[in-house]
């Protein structure tokens, strides 16, 4: 019984591992509140210059956050200083208030498409930004502190051919 225990962890262990991720890395948020002027950097160097990669934004929220949607400006820079900049809204929550994303709790993590089939066509570090654009209806200036955003990540892999 013991050796069919660990064949199956073993095999649990190895079904979880992801092979085709590049990079993975988070910035904390201090005390749960995104400043608007608080533009979160990640930079991305020694990628391959052949493969396809497809690039995520990671959102943890927790239950303070206020809103169904997200709008976040990101911008990619290739080393040679070419800047291509999106304002990205993705889907939080369910009509309902249901949370989307993973995990158990009050956190809930969101893996957010950014950029698809993106080919790194140079050497050098590519640096990506990221930063909120939340407002409320009717209102020019974006919000200040958006609560409820506690991490922002960013997550390179290989495309899938």
């Not at 199956?8 to 749960?32: H, P, Q, W």
């Not at 309902?96 to 089939?117: A, P, Q, R, V």
Request: charged share 20%; with cysteine.
């Amino acid at each position: 019984m013991r050796s069919i225990s660990c064949c199956f962890l073993a095999v649990m262990l190895f079904a979880s591992c992801n092979t085709n991720i590049i990079k993975s890395e988070y910035r904390s948020i201090k005390d749960g509140v995104w400043n608007k002027d608080n533009v979160l950097e990640f930079s991305l160097s020694k990628m391959d210059t052949l493969d396809r990669h497809d690039i995520f934004i990671n959102i943890r929220n927790d239950n303070t956050f206020p809103y169904s949607n997200l709008f976040i400006i990101a911008s990619l820079t290739t080393p040679q200083g070419e800047v291509t900049k999106d304002t990205l809204e993705y889907e939080m929550s369910l009509p309902d208030g249901t949370w989307l994303g993973k995990g158990s709790g009050s956190i809930k993590e969101n893996k957010l498409w950014y950029k698809e089939n993106i080919v790194f066509s140079s050497s050098g570090v590519y640096t990506i930004e990221v930063s909120q654009a939340m407002r409320k209806n009717g209102n020019i200036s974006g919000i200040i502190g958006l609560e409820g955003i506690t991490d922002v990540g960013i997550e390179v892999i290989k495309s899938n051919p």
